[in-house]
């Protein structure tokens, strides 16, 4: 006996229901259903800025095994494990066409053999979706952070943030709209130092022209792509006048090919406080390595906290998605209580990435109408809502509008 089930369902190998996507899905709901608040985090084909978020012309891994593709995972430490468990739940039960490949890596191993499988595996992936992999001050002199060199090996110059105030989050700020580009492989995490003398530390800042010429001209080609007006490079060239004044210098000489774009700079410490007073007058920001690690996590702070924004490191060959500040959570680890929002986000990226956008689209909406219409919130941005169901409620929400753009066929 044969039987027919709903167009909108079909079956995955787990045994559990999974939605089926089409082409129909995204011009059917997202436009009507989210209005403004698709527009969030570049939704492909309608973002604030007109165009989708495809990792500056990056060009992905194509797809294998029938249109699958593979992707490293990397759990990370703290809640890291717990909120890709998610992603994978999400993805199974909207039939996303990806395959993780899991690597695991022990942070507190001092051999480097976990992370070197976990970049050959990227290597032969293309793309990555990773928790963070905590570094202890404890370490050893010579215990390399591992998350410094997954970035170095694979050369992702570029860790991208955009930090947008989302629909349903209050916070003291409204209509942030900052995108940050950081330059992800040298400055102060170029992990060069010694003791000169008993008592005297030297730690030295690399700051080379080649890479600071990179990362100002993916800044403002990511600019002019994204219709942006602005960018402003943060520096400390008025104390570090060689090593700032070169990134400076480096800025300045690209923004030259860019009459379209306005170029401004600012010193660092000013940049902050303005930051917490005016946030809206920053569109993009451009900086060294540091400057990059203190900026991003005052805008996820501005915007709601480290649970709300994605991150993206990218490089000419490889692509690795991540929460925006990089926290591992431990305090929350395991307790049903960490904000899933960022890490889903993440994952959003990466299917765009992939070029999966109506996936992306769908993930996406779904996250956004959670934390507006449903007003289901965990204790970091004010609610009593727990990761799992904010997860589940995500889920329904995905259900239902694949069934409304079925009915509307």
Not at 18 to 43: E, H, N, Y
Not at 123 to 143: D, Q
Not at 147 to 155: A, E, K, Q, V, W
Not at 304 to 333: C, H, M, Q, W
Request: aromatic letters at 6%.
């Amino acid at each position: 006996m044969s039987m027919t089930r709903p167009a909108s369902f079909s079956i995955a190998s787990s045994g559990r229901r999974c939605l089926t996507m089409s082409k129909l899905i995204r011009p059917l709901f997202l436009r009507d259903r989210l209005g403004s608040a698709a527009q969030v985090f570049g939704v492909a084909g309608s973002s604030r800025r007109g165009k989708a978020w495809d990792s500056n012309k990056i060009i992905p891994p194509p797809a294998k095994y029938g249109g699958r593709h593979t992707v490293t995972m990397i759990p990370g430490d703290g809640i890291g494990p717990e909120l890709l468990r998610h992603v994978q739940e999400v993805f199974r039960y909207s039939c996303v066409p990806v395959d993780f490949e899991v690597v695991h890596v022990n942070s507190a191993m001092t051999e480097e053999d976990d992370i070197d499988d976990a970049i050959t595996a990227i290597r032969r992936n293309g793309v990555a979706l990773k928790g963070n992999i905590e570094t202890s001050h404890t370490m050893p002199p010579s215990h390399k952070s591992r998350n410094n060199l997954l970035r170095t090996s694979l050369d992702l110059y570029a860790n991208v943030i955009h930090c947008q105030s989302l629909p349903g989050v209050q916070t003291r700020h409204r209509d942030i709209d900052i995108m940050i580009i950081r330059e992800n492989t040298e400055g102060e995490y170029s992990s060069l130092e010694h003791e000169s003398v008993p008592g005297v530390v030297e730690s030295l800042k690399i700051i080379t022209k080649s890479n600071s010429l990179r990362i100002a001209d993916y800044a403002f080609r990511l600019a002019r792509e994204k219709g942006r007006k602005r960018v402003t490079a943060v520096h400390k060239a008025n104390i570090m006048k060689l090593g700032d004044g070169l990134f400076l210098q480096c800025c300045k000489e690209v923004a030259s090919g860019y009459p379209d774009i306005v170029f401004d700079s600012m010193i660092v410490d000013n940049t902050t406080m303005q930051l917490v007073s005016k946030p809206q007058q920053f569109d993009v920001m451009v900086m060294p390595n540091l400057y990059g690690n203190v900026v991003s996590n005052v805008c996820a702070g501005l915007v709601g906290g480290p649970g709300l924004v994605p991150g993206a490191n990218l490089g000419r060959d490889y692509a690795v998605f991540e929460t925006a500040t990089r926290n591992t959570g431990k305090s929350i680890a395991n307790k049903n209580t960490a904000n899933p929002t960022a890490m889903l986000l993440a994952s959003c990226m990466m299917l765009d990435h992939l070029q999966l956008h109506d996936y992306a689209a769908l993930i996406r909406s779904a996250i956004l109408r959670t934390m507006n219409e449903t007003r289901m919130h965990t204790a970091d941005i004010g609610g009593q809502g727990t990761t799992s169901e904010v997860v589940q409620s995500i889920m329904r929400l995905m259900q239902g509008a694949s069934l409304r753009s079925a009915a509307a066929f």
